[in-house]
């Protein structure tokens, strides 16, 4: 077991961490996060302590001390943008699954992907780098969620649905089967997704629907 390195220490970054734990893979955890760069340093999460800023993981100390990285932050472009650069740097970036959720054999899950405590993943449903599977969400057979997509808590996403990149997906949200979901798309809490929408809206509702722009 190793020491796994967290980019952010914010409240997704505790869950993150906890699942990482969990997994027995790891038997510790260091968090960086640019809050660091202040005056006054940030106190230790869940125990374990935040070492820098994030900007301290391309520096050769830390990539000596650390082998596998992964991004705790909720912003999509700014999760995916910090993957690329831990790729490069040549850290080995893990796909954390909770011990409680059932991920397929035949599902992929890519690197820096999270599947949260109590998610489904089903038959050979592909599963996008950087995803977030979060607590309680289901993802049927043959999905594909794309890079930086975020599932919700107990949102649930029947067979065949693709989602975009970068797209989040609200808690309790529902998508009905063979649906396709554009990039950078928000679905609103408690949705209802029953036909197709296309790439950067915004829709709520049961049915949901396309907000209206001025």
């Known amino acids: 077991m190793s020491a796994l390195l967290i980019l952010a220490a914010g ?10 734990l969990a997994t027995g893979h790891f038997s510790s955890i260091v968090f960086l996060d640019d809050r660091c760069s202040g ?4 106190s230790a999460v869940l125990g374990w302590p935040v070492l820098g800023s994030l ?4 520096e050769p100390a830390c ?6 990285a992964v991004v705790a932050i909720g912003h999509p472009g700014t999760r ?3 993957l690329d650069r831990l ?6 970036l893990p796909a954390l699954i909770h011990p409680t959720a059932w991920v397929s054999p035949s599902a992929e899950v890519g690197p820096g992907a999270v599947v949260f ?7 050979q449903a592909v599963i996008g780098r950087g995803a977030i599977l979060n607590t309680c969400c289901s993802v049927d057979h043959d999905a594909f969620i794309s890079e930086g997509v975020h599932i919700c808590p107990g949102a649930h996403l029947a067979g065949e649905v693709q ?9 309790g949200a529902s998508v009905i089967q063979q649906v396709r979901i554009g990039a950078d798309v928000t679905v609103g809490a408690g949705a209802a997704v029953v036909t197709d929408l296309p790439d950067g809206v915004t829709a709520v509702g049961v049915p949901a629907r396309p907000l209206q722009t001025a």
């Open 87 to 92: 790729h490069a740097a040549g850290y080995s």
């Open 11 to 20: 409240g997704h970054a505790k869950v993150v961490a906890e699942t990482a």
């Open 117 to 123: 405590a109590q998610a489904a993943v089903q038959a």
């Open 39 to 42: 005056p006054d340093p940030l």
């Open 55 to 58: 900007a301290q993981c391309l």
């Open 80 to 82: 995916l943008l910090w």
């Open 63 to 68: 990539r000596e001390q650390f082998t596998s």
């Open 163 to 171: 989602v975009g990149a970068r797209s989040w997906i609200g808690i």
